[in-house]
């Protein structure tokens, strides 16, 4: 497993820990000002959060969450090489709240646990692949009428990948290329 160059953790219990990013295809993870400004957002509901990362990639995400006081993080990711290093950055941190599956994230969501109880979900598919989409509109069947859950996605095009009338931007911004989003589901 070649490592790349390392990212760190900006905030929370293992602020400034560095995590290794693998030299594979597609992973490009979360930049620090988007993670910034995108756990702010999240401050006042992130302490005893239960995440859901569907595409976790280099884990920065799920390692951010847990780092600021989430209660629990559930990791999708379907690239092995990937996994393992996330498993291996889990045992180094001592992450106890995180549980790491190697799985496709949209046939997970296709059987999803009959116990869905997440509270905050990251959507940060690769950019090429046009799983946005399809997964928002998992998601919008899948979340009990009765949950408030707060979405975030981010993609390289300012076009919106959902219907209007099934959710709302809660908080938008553009950092470079990047637009990144948080949602709430509209009931």
Known sequence: M??????????????G????VIAEEGLRPTPDRVRETLFNWLAPYMVSAKCLDLF?????LSFEALSR???SVTALERNKKAVQAIEKT?????????????TDALRWLDTP?????????FLDPPYQ?????????????????????????????????????????YKSQKAGQIYYYLLKIVR
């Open 129 to 169: 692949s046009n799983w946005l989409a399809p997964c928002l509109k998992r998601l919008y069947n899948i979340i009990p009428n009765t949950k408030e859950c707060l979405i975030y996605f981010e993609h390289n095009t300012a076009q919106h990948p959902f219907e209007p009338s099934q959710y709302e931007i």
């Open 17 to 20: 820990r560095k995590l290794p």
């Open 90 to 102: 889990q045992i180094a941190l001592d992450a106890l709240g995180m549980q790491c599956i190697h």
């Open 2 to 15: 070649a490592v790349q160059h390392s990212i760190r953790i900006i905030g929370g219990t293992w602020r």
């Open 56 to 60: 976790a990639g280099t884990g920065i």
């Open 69 to 71: 006081g989430a209660a």
């Open 113 to 121: 646990p009959p116990d869905w109880d997440f509270d905050i979900i």
